[in-house]
């Protein structure tokens, strides 16, 4: 059924802006051969640059013969040294891949509550004991909750959007377009971190230790926590005040009744599941969410704990708490994976979803087949980034581009806005999230270092841009299905009505969001817990 409705909207003859989008982005690789093919570019660049005698000045280390700051060359690719470590060094590349180990273990247990039916029931509970009047917001708030449940929040909540507004009797179309801007307009914005956050920071992780301006510095997934939190509550108006006053008006009354459209429609229904049933899961559930939170409550607080430091600050006059807590912000890769793995088992058991611990076991197994892809295209994305880093291009790049922003007088906060607007047009192209982190971040991430913002800023600023136009891209790959949704209400709904819909949501959550990083860098509040907007380098050294 995806199938067929992107064949018919392909045959619609997409014109002007959103026809040229449409055209260009499917002319794009796919983003593994995207790499591949900026490796090649890349090998040939370092050549030209190496030739050529291209080097800059490195900003934090000194020279040990000269005390000077080291001169840093640009390194041919092609050189003896960089082939061989491109055979030898292979498999550690790919393994030491940040992002490959945080993500994978996140998403064994998110397989788990995926599977076993706890993510989806958890939110179409939120959803439908939602009152008429608060409809919007709550289904809206669901949305943005639930990026953490991956792929459930568009093929449950989505859908299930549309059937509850129609129940209530309003236009379905509004129901769809609210949830939609929630869960792909809204992916960064959360009131907790997750997948994404331990996705993005292991690829920020990556680009500061190739650029080596920073050693000690180590991603911490709750680097934006702050700022996804106060995202959330500044998004959710936008959606609602959006459908509520400029969506719902335009697409007029609905009196097409609660389930219209669903005769010969294959489209699972939601809310079929036995709610008794599903409460008795979710009852369990939360009471494994407890367990965890309370079994990470003992590791900080009790007598011994094993993820408190207590001995970094001996010594130090000033240290800081966060300091001491770094153990505790490492370990929440750790949390999510228990917390997903055990509310998922719970929910299943108590539903039968799980009948033993072959079901658990086959659950995990088949969330790393989901994985697939993306193994391969951190495979490349690996290999990209490691080159990078040892062509020197990438320092070089930081270090040239931060001389020509600061040349300009540009203010920092300005910057950062920039960049939001240039990763919300690049995303209208290269839709997979990880895939243009990945090619962004080696460049920007020192570049902003030098410039005196933090990787956490880089990255939020990232995640800005990265969400907002998420919902107007045909090349977004739940868009089809989307449109599949959309169609079992209003049978001529197209691409370009779909995208229509959604443009005022676009523009006014990548408005926000700008402007919202750019104050938020103004005010210099902090990011996350030990994640300040601004940075400072460490002092000079041999």
Same mark, same amino acid.
């Given at each position: ?31 593994? =051969?995207?790499?591949?093919? /900026?490796?090649? $570019?890349?090998? &040939?660049?370092?050549? !030209?640059? @190496?030739?050529?005698?291209? %080097? *800059? =000045?490195?900003?934090?280390? /000194?020279?040990? $013969?000269?005390? &000077?700051?080291?001169? !840093?060359? @640009?390194?041919?690719?092609? %050189? *003896?040294?960089?082939?061989?470590? /491109? ?456």
């Amino acid at each position: 059924m995806v199938g067929e409705a992107a064949a018919q909207t392909d045959n619609q003859g997409m014109t002007g802006i959103l026809g040229w989008i449409e055209r260009s982005g499917n002319k794009l690789p796919d983003p593994v =051969f995207l790499f591949f093919y /900026l490796i090649i $570019a890349l090998i &040939a660049v370092s050549i !030209i640059c @190496a030739a050529l005698g291209v %080097s *800059a =000045f490195h900003p934090t280390t /000194l020279d040990e $013969a000269t005390g &000077a700051p080291l001169q !840093i060359e @640009a390194v041919s690719l092609l %050189s *003896a040294e960089n082939i061989q470590r /491109l055979w030898v060094e292979m498999p550690k590349t790919f393994t030491h891949f940040h992002p490959l180990g945080y993500v994978l273990v996140v998403m064994l247990g998110a397989g788990v509550a995926e599977r076993s039916g706890f993510f989806a029931a958890g939110m179409a509970s939120a959803v439908k004991s939602a009152p008429k009047s608060l409809l919007t917001p709550v289904v809206a708030l669901v949305a943005m909750l639930g990026n953490h449940a991956a792929d459930a929040g568009y093929v449950v909540l989505i859908p299930l959007a549309g059937i509850l507004f129609a129940a209530a009797g309003r236009h379905p179309l509004a129901g769809i377009a609210a949830a939609f801007a929630g869960v792909s307009g809204g992916f960064s914005a959360n009131v907790s971190p997750g997948q994404l956050d331990a996705l993005l920071f292991g690829i920020t992780e990556e680009a500061v230790a190739a650029s080596a301006l920073d050693p000690a510095w180590t991603a911490n997934i709750a680097g934006n926590w702050y700022f996804i939190s106060v995202m959330t509550f500044l998004f959710l108006p936008i959606i609602w005040y959006v459908t509520d006053k400029v969506i719902e008006p335009r697409l007029g009354p609905w009196t097409g009744g609660a389930m219209a459209g669903s005769e010969n429609n294959d489209t699972p229904d939601p809310t079929e599941q036995d709610p008794a049933i599903a409460a008795k899961g979710l009852r369990h559930a939360g009471v494994a969410a407890l367990f965890v939170v309370g079994l990470w409550f003992v590791m900080v607080f009790a007598p011994g704990t094993p993820l408190i430091d207590e001995a970094v600050c001996e010594g130090i006059n000033d240290c800081s708490i966060h300091a001491q807590l770094a153990p505790l912000y490492r370990s929440l890769v750790g949390a999510f994976f228990l917390l997903f793995l055990l509310t998922g088992w719970a929910y299943g058991r108590a539903t039968g979803a799980i009948k033993n611990h072959r079901d658990l076991v086959n659950m995990m197994a088949e969330s790393m087949k989901d994985m697939g892809y993306y193994l391969v295209l951190a495979f490349a994305a690996a290999h990209f980034v490691a080159m990078f880093g040892w062509s020197n291009l990438g320092l070089i790049s930081a270090v040239h581009g931060a001389d020509a922003i600061q040349s300009t007088g540009l203010p920092l906060p300005l910057v950062l806005g920039l960049m939001v607007l240039f990763t919300g047009l690049l995303n209208l192209f290269v839709g997979s999230a990880s895939a243009k982190w990945a090619l962004l971040a080696p460049i920007l991430v020192p570049m902003l270092m030098l410039l005196g913002i933090s990787p956490e800023g880089a990255t939020a600023a990232y995640r800005v841009g990265d969400s907002a136009t998420n919902i107007i891209t045909p090349l977004m790959v739940y868009f089809p299905l989307i449109l599949v949704f959309a169609q079992r209400w209003q049978k001529d709904f197209g691409l370009g009505s779909l995208t229509a819909m959604m443009v005022p949501y676009s523009i006014w959550l990548l408005i926000s969001g700008t402007l919202l990083i750019v104050l938020w860098f103004y005010l210099g509040i902090p990011l996350g817990p030990d994640a300040p907007v601004g940075y400072a380098l460490p002092a000079s050294g041999g």
